[in-house]
């Protein structure tokens, strides 16, 4: 497994826990050391939905992603 195969693991296990927090607090804490994850994963390795859900968070629209493809 890679690194970047690594630190998308762990990205997805903060997102895992960020959906099962009760306190805002905590869910914001998880999705914070979720994009600190993905952040160490070098640009060229980064998925396209990768990047858009950096570009968003980025925006602080909170805005759950879309599930749509369109």
């Given at each position: 497994m890679s690194d970047a195969d690594k630190y998308r693991a762990s990205a997805r296990d903060c997102l895992c826990k960020a959906e099962k927090a009760f306190y805002p607090e905590d869910?914001?804490?998880w999705m914070d050391?979720?994009?600190t994850?993905?952040?160490m994963i070098p640009a060229p390795v980064r998925t396209p939905e990768e990047m858009f859900e950096k570009a968003v968070r980025e925006q602080a629209t909170q805005q759950d992603p879309?599930?749509?493809r369109h």
């Open positions: 869910k914001q804490a050391m979720a994009e994850w993905l952040e879309s599930n749509t």
